[in-house]
Every structure is written in structure tokens, then in C-alpha cells.
């Protein structure tokens, strides 16, 4: 008798079927909720899933560039897929999300075949310096964190979040006003990470704004994140920080680094300034 794999929650809720002519259909789960809306980088996640079922040969997205129209809900979806063009070692399509309420999101992604890419050079050349971080451990467990924020954020049962202590003061109404949040990463259920996860992994901490005492809902305008590389096994380091709010908006740029301490995914969007939990 065998034993059946088990299916992990991200690779079950950002499944899709075909639905003919490059459209897919998929069902959006109330589980991967951030406050008013199901997360941002989850929505990217379905997005990367349609990608793979279009483009067998080029499984990884390299480059994803999304403008959110409207926010996401529980409930089906349509995703629809143009490749634009595939030839060589990359391709390029885009990609358009809707539902019964109306448009969603709409984006342009480059996708290709990492594996290939790292086959062609082994060269490293880098100024960034990856997050020192104490052992995960020694770090703030989103699981310990305000039964309200868990409330608010359903999709944070589904993860293991580490905070840095230097910067998880806004978890006991002490923010560090640094503009900087950090953690360790890994799914709560055990899957490990890949390329395409790691698209919702670059909108999976918190806004950087609970660092600067103004923690609620950020609804993201546009995002863009670059793949880099497959990730090895094990825990995920993430770092995330803004200089600058004002008007209204605020940039989030975030890094993610894995085990064996390569620069992974890299990510930046434009965000509103937070709504007030409960607003």
C-alpha cells in the first residue's frame, strides 16, 4: 500500500486548472488573507502558478512586474496568460487577474529555466550583505505574536516567522522607528521553498511600516520581484525596509536570502499608507 504525498496549503490554494485559449481558473483562499484582502504576494504566487502550466519549459519567474487594480477576495478567479514571445532561454508574457467584481491585477513576468542560467556562470560579484540574524530560536515567533494582528492577518497561521529582536519592538506596542523589519522564514506545514513561492515570500512579513508605529492594512500599487536563484533547503533569511514615507505611499524593498547564503529574490513595491486595523 502507498502512502499519498501530502499536498502542501500554498501548492493547494494557488493551484490552477486550464480553462482553454491561456485562461486558468483557481480558487482564492480566504486563508492567505491580510486584513480587507487575500495577500499580495499570494495573488502573485497564483499568478507564477499559471506561468508554469503555460510555459512548462521555462518553470521559473525571473522577473515579475504587478500593478494591483483592485483587491483580491475568497472565491474563484480567472487568470489569463499572452505569451508575448518564447524563443531562446526566455520567455515573456502577460498576465492578467480577474474576478466577478472586477479586475484584479495585471502584470508583465519574464520566466526561464534557473537551472540553466546558473549552469552558464558560477561568477559572484556583490555589494549586499546578507541579515545577521540571531538563531531563529533566540527570535520572536510570529505564533507568540497579539491574538489581534494574528486575527487580522490569517495568512500568518501559515507561516514560521523568526523577528529579529532589534526590530519586533512593534509586537508590544514598542516600535524600533527604524524602517526596518527582519525575520527568519519557512512554512509552517514543511514545504520547502522554491522559486516560485519565493514570490510570496518577498510580501510575507509584515508592512515595514509596524516598524514605524503604524501598523494596519498597506495596499500595495505595484510590485516587482526578481528571482535570482532556486533557493537550497532550510530557513529563509528576510529583510525588509523603507526610506521613505511621504505622501501618502511608501517603497518596501526586500531582500531573501537562503541557507547556503546566496541573495535569492530581491523585490520592490509601492504601498499606501496603512489603514488602521479595525478601519
Known sequence: MHETAAIHELDRDTAVTPDGDGRYTAELSAGWRAGGAVNGGYLLAVVGQALRAELPTKPDPVAVSAHYLSAGVPGPATVSVDVRRDGGSVATAAVDVTQEGGARLTALATCADLSQFAARSTEVRLTASEPVLPPPEECVRSADGPSEIRAFVPMVERLDLRFDPAHAGWAMSEPGMTGVISAWFRFADGREADALSL??????????????????????????????????????????????????????????????????????QLAMVPRPIGG
Not at 495596499?219 to 525596509?241: I, S, Y
Open 199 to 268: 514570490l510570496m515570500v518577498c510580501d510575507a512579513l509584515p508592512p515595514v511600516t509596524f516598524d514605524l508605529g503604524m501598523p494596519g492594512w498597506a495596499p500595495t500599487l505595484e510590485l516587482t520581484v526578481h528571482v535570482r536563484a532556486r533557493p537550497a533547503p532550510g530557513w529563509l533569511k528576510v529583510r525588509q525596509e523603507t526610506r521613505n514615507l511621504a505622501g501618502g505611499l511608501f517603497e518596501e524593498d526586500c531582500e531573501i536570502w537562503d541557507s547556503a547564503g546566496r541573495l535569492v529574490a530581491q523585490s520592490r
